[in-house]
C-alpha cells in the first residue's frame, strides 16, 4: 500500500510542478492563449484533486501505526493544492504590464481606481463560475451515484428474480418427487400384498397336499 501512495506522491510532485510553471505564465498572456492556458490548468487540477481522493483511499488502508505519518504528508499536499488553487485564482484575474498600460494609459493615478473595480468585478464572476463548476460537477456526481445505484437496483431485482425461479422449480421438483414416493409407496403396498397373498396361497395348498396323503396312507392300511 506504502509503495502505491508513494507513487501517487511522485505524480503529486511532477503535475503540482507543471501547475506552478503555468499558473506563473497566464497574467503573461492574452486572447486566445491565455484562455486555452487557464483550460489547461484547470483540467490538471482537477487530475490533481483525483490523485489527492486516491491518495486518501490508499491511507486509510495504511496498518494504524504507521498512518499519522502519511496523514501528515496527506495534509501538507492539500495545502499545497489549496494554494496552487488560490493562486491560479489569482492569476486569473491579473494583468500584464503590457496589459496594464493599455488598460490605464498615460494617467496611471486615476485610472488605478478603475483597474481595481475591473478586477474585483472579474474576481467575482470567477467566483460564480467557480460555484457553477462545483454545482456542475456535484450534479453530474449525484447523477452518476443515482444511475449506479438503479444499476444496482436492476441487478438485485434480477438476482430476485432467478432466486424466484430457482425457488418455484425447486418446489415443483419437490411436488414430482412426492408423488413419485406416493405411487412408489402404493407400488409396494401392492407387492407387499402379493406375496402376503401368495404365501397364505402356498400354505393351504401345502396343507391340502398333506392332509391329501395322510388320508391316502389311512385308507390304504385301513384296507388291508
Not at 498615460?106 to 478603475?114: A, F, L
Not at 444499476?151 to 424466484?164: A, P, Y
Not at 412426492?178 to 409407496?185: E, H, I, V
Request: charged share 35%; proline share 1%; no cysteine.
Amino acid at each position: 500500500m506504502s509503495s502505491d501512495f508513494e507513487s501517487y506522491e511522485q505524480d503529486f510532485g511532477t503535475t503540482t510542478a507543471e501547475l506552478t510553471n503555468k499558473i506563473g505564465r497566464i497574467p503573461k498572456l492574452s486572447g486566445e492563449e491565455k484562455t486555452q492556458l487557464i483550460l489547461n490548468v484547470d483540467k490538471q487540477l482537477e487530475e490533481v484533486r483525483e490523485l489527492m481522493e486516491q491518495m486518501d483511499l490508499e491511507v486509510r488502508e495504511i496498518p494504524i501505526q504507521s498512518r499519522a505519518m502519511y496523514n501528515g504528508r496527506l495534509k501538507s499536499y492539500k495545502q499545497e493544492l489549496e494554494k496552487l488553487e488560490k493562486d491560479f485564482k489569482r492569476s486569473r484575474i491579473a494583468y500584464s504590464d503590457e496589459v496594464r498600460h493599455e488598460l490605464l494609459g498615460d494617467d496611471g493615478g486615476s485610472s488605478e481606481g478603475q483597474l481595481i473595480k475591473l478586477r474585483e468585478e472579474r474576481a467575482h464572476l470567477l467566483d460564480n463560475t467557480e460555484r457553477l463548476e462545483r454545482s456542475s460537477r456535484r450534479l453530474e456526481a449525484g447523477y452518476q451515484i443515482a444511475v449506479e445505484t438503479e444499476q444496482v437496483g436492476q441487478e438485485i431485482l434480477s438476482n430476485l428474480h432467478g432466486d424466484r425461479e430457482k425457488i418455484q422449480k425447486a418446489r415443483e421438483r419437490l411436488r414430482e418427487t412426492d408423488a413419485n414416493l406416493g405411487k412408489s409407496s402404493r407400488i409396494l403396498t401392492g407387492m407387499l400384498r402379493r406375496i402376503i397373498q401368495n404365501r397364505v396361497l402356498v400354505f393351504i395348498l401345502g396343507a391340502i397336499i398333506l392332509l391329501t396323503i395322510i388320508l391316502a396312507i389311512y385308507f390304504n392300511l385301513r384296507g388291508h
